[in-house]
């Protein structure tokens, strides 16, 4: 990642992002589903695997991140 890069705001850092993702012409369902993914599985990961911690980090109950995660396929 350059310096320049790693200086901008989130919205900046996603504005970079988004005008990527519909260059590519990523359909708007593929990209938010992809989105979730990655946000439940670094969120994961920063729990060290605990589901219960993670839906809280997340702010949703423990039975509707498992319920995202089986529907994207994260099980």
């Not at 901008?8 to 369902?29: A, F, Q, S």
Request: hydrophobic share 35%; charged share 30%.
């Amino acid at each position: 990642m350059s310096k320049e890069f790693k200086q901008l705001t989130i919205h900046g850092k996603m504005k970079i992002l988004v005008k990527d993702l519909v260059e590519n012409e990523l359909p708007l369902r593929d990209a938010v589903k992809e989105f979730e993914k990655l946000y439940i599985q670094t969120a994961t990961k920063l729990c060290n695997g605990n589901k219960t911690r993670t839906a809280k980090v997340l702010g949703i109950h423990r039975n509707t991140l498992h319920n995202l995660c089986k529907s994207l396929d994260l099980e």
